[in-house]
């Protein structure tokens, strides 16, 4: 398999292109992808600049997806990123996956008989010449870019290969790039919930404590103290409905697969854990739930199999047109290091629950058994 040489030195795509050229296209590209693009829109558009910026027919972008926490195809051009949607795999799935990043070159193999995954996508890449492109930046591996090769292309020179290596790269620092800004948002919103905690403690928490200070005294209040006492009350419910009512700065990210979906994705993700759909229909979750039901059930199904050493967990949906409820309830009961239960995940669920006007409870509802509750008022 033909290995890349990084020199520092410029580069021409088959066509001649100049590497201002390069990045021109992939600019102009990657500007086209704004808000109400597909999800996948801008690793699509990376696949594509790779396939017009070299002999590339079709490509598909695989890396490891933080939010589904597995490696997936996530952008494609020149094919259905549909054919890879349900595709399971890991480093070792594809052997020439691990070796291009472990070597950091671009390496070439002709079909994917040693690829582990069915049966149908592993005939559709027989006889085909995929040419595999390492995504590593700065001692990050991200993922790779499997390619296909036109037929009648000449074999890749070393500055066909070295190209190629660059946009490996440059895929690579977009992408983390792009999830730096993600860490930003993160970062902006934790500093939203500490200025709200500050905001109930400084006026909410005070004005309480100033009344238990009044009441504990054993002497009875005159009616003066008891309407001042009154007052602070009422003042201090209004400042915490107001301070509720504010954005909490925690929102799933938006999805476009179904619960369904989602489930039977993560029935694959834990082979070994038996998760029963017992009551009602994934149909019941409404659309502006979809993505606090997903986050919630990932969460869960994670914290059974990881802190709880679970067996199975019993998902049960209600949605009688008033309310919704997502029940999760599995054996065992997660320890964590805080000894308060419930892990940064679902406290976080916790704070997007009350912005949907709803309730998001978890504990031991009995010895050796874990639950976790969504109650959200639908008012349809």
């Given at each position: 398999?033909?290995?890349?040489?990084?020199?520092?030195?410029?580069?021409?795509?088959?066509?001649?292109?100049?590497?201002?050229?390069?990045?021109?296209?992939?600019?102009?590209?990657?500007?086209?992808?704004?808000?109400?693009?597909?999800?996948?829109?801008?690793?699509?558009?990376?696949?594509?600049?790779?396939?017009?910026?070299?002999?590339?027919?079709?490509?598909?972008?695989?890396?490891?997806?933080?939010?589904?926490?597995?490696?997936?195809?996530?952008?494609?051009?020149?094919?259905?990123?549909?054919?890879?949607?349900?595709?399971?795999?890991?480093?070792?799935?594809?052997?020439?996956?691990?070796?291009?990043?472990?070597?950091?070159?671009?390496?070439?193999?002709?079909?994917?008989?040693?690829?582990?995954?069915?049966?149908?996508?592993?005939?559709?890449?027989?006889?085909?010449?995929?040419?595999?492109?390492?995504?590593?930046?700065?001692?990050?591996?991200?993922?790779?870019?499997?390619?296909?090769?036109?037929?009648?292309?000449?074999?890749?020179?070393?500055?066909?290969?070295?190209?190629?290596?660059?946009?490996?790269?440059?895929?690579?620092?977009?992408?983390?790039?792009?999830?730096?800004?993600?860490?930003?948002?993160?970062?902006?919103?934790?500093?939203?919930?500490?200025?709200?905690?500050?905001?109930?403690?400084?006026?909410?928490?005070?004005?309480?404590?100033?009344?238990?200070?009044?009441?504990?005294?054993?002497?009875?209040?005159?009616?003066?103290?008891?309407?001042?006492?009154?007052?602070?009350?009422?003042?201090?419910?209004?400042?915490?409905?107001?301070?509720?009512?504010?954005?909490?700065?925690?929102?799933?990210?938006?999805?476009?697969?179904?619960?369904?979906?989602?489930?039977?994705?993560?029935r694959a993700l834990y082979p070994e854990l038996e998760i029963l759909l017992e009551g009602g229909t994934a149909e019941e979750v409404p659309a502006s739930l979809e993505a606090l039901a997903q986050s919630i059930l990932v969460e869960a199904?994670?914290?059974?199999?990881?802190?709880?050493?679970?067996?199975?967990?019993?998902?049960?949906?209600?949605?009688?047109?008033?309310?919704?409820?997502?029940?999760?309830?599995?054996?065992?009961?997660?320890?964590?290091?805080?000894?308060?239960?419930?892990?940064?995940?679902?406290?976080?669920?916790?704070?997007?629950?009350?912005?949907?006007?709803?309730?998001?409870?978890?504990?031991?509802?009995?010895?050796?058994?874990?639950?976790?509750?969504?109650?959200?008022p639908t008012g349809q």
């Amino acid at each position: 398999m033909p290995d890349t040489l990084p020199p520092a030195r410029a580069a021409t795509t088959d066509a001649g292109a100049s590497p201002i050229e390069v990045l021109e296209l992939m600019s102009d590209l990657l500007l086209g992808v704004g808000e109400g693009s597909p999800p996948d829109a801008f690793f699509s558009s990376l696949c594509e600049a790779i396939c017009r910026l070299t002999s590339m027919k079709r490509a598909v972008l695989v890396r490891y997806d933080p939010t589904r926490r597995r490696v997936r195809a996530v952008g494609a051009h020149g094919i259905e990123l549909e054919v890879f949607a349900d595709l399971f795999v890991t480093i070792d799935s594809v052997p020439v996956a691990r070796e291009a990043l472990a070597r950091d070159r671009i390496l070439e193999v002709d079909g994917a008989a040693d690829f582990k995954v069915p049966a149908a996508v592993r005939e559709l890449l027989e006889g085909v010449r995929i040419v595999c492109t390492p995504m590593a930046a700065a001692g990050r591996l991200v993922g790779v870019v499997l390619s296909e090769r036109l037929p009648d292309a000449p074999p890749m020179d070393e500055d066909g290969r070295h190209l190629l290596w660059t946009l490996g790269k440059a895929i690579a620092m977009a992408s983390v790039a792009r999830e730096v800004t993600a860490y930003d948002e993160q970062s902006r919103q934790l500093q939203q919930r500490i200025d709200l905690a500050r905001e109930i403690h400084e006026g909410v928490v005070q004005r309480l404590f100033g009344v238990s200070l009044a009441l504990s005294h054993d002497e009875l209040l005159d009616a003066d103290s008891q309407a001042r006492c009154a007052q602070e009350v009422q003042t201090a419910l209004t400042d915490l409905r107001t301070a509720l009512m504010s954005p909490l700065g925690h929102a799933s990210r938006p999805t476009t697969v179904t619960f369904a979906e989602e489930l039977e994705r993560v029935r694959a993700l834990y082979p070994e854990l038996e998760i029963l759909l017992e009551g009602g229909t994934a149909e019941e979750v409404p659309a502006s739930l979809e993505a606090l039901a997903q986050s919630i059930l990932v969460e869960a199904v994670r914290n059974a199999h990881k802190h709880a050493r679970a067996t199975f967990v019993k998902v049960t949906l209600r949605n009688d047109g008033a309310t919704f409820v997502l029940e999760l309830r599995n054996d065992g009961a997660p320890i964590h290091n805080d000894g308060q239960g419930g892990g940064v995940g679902l406290r976080l669920a916790t704070f997007e629950a009350l912005q949907h006007d709803g309730v998001l409870e978890y504990g031991e509802p009995e010895p050796g058994a874990w639950q976790v509750r969504l109650v959200v008022p639908t008012g349809q």
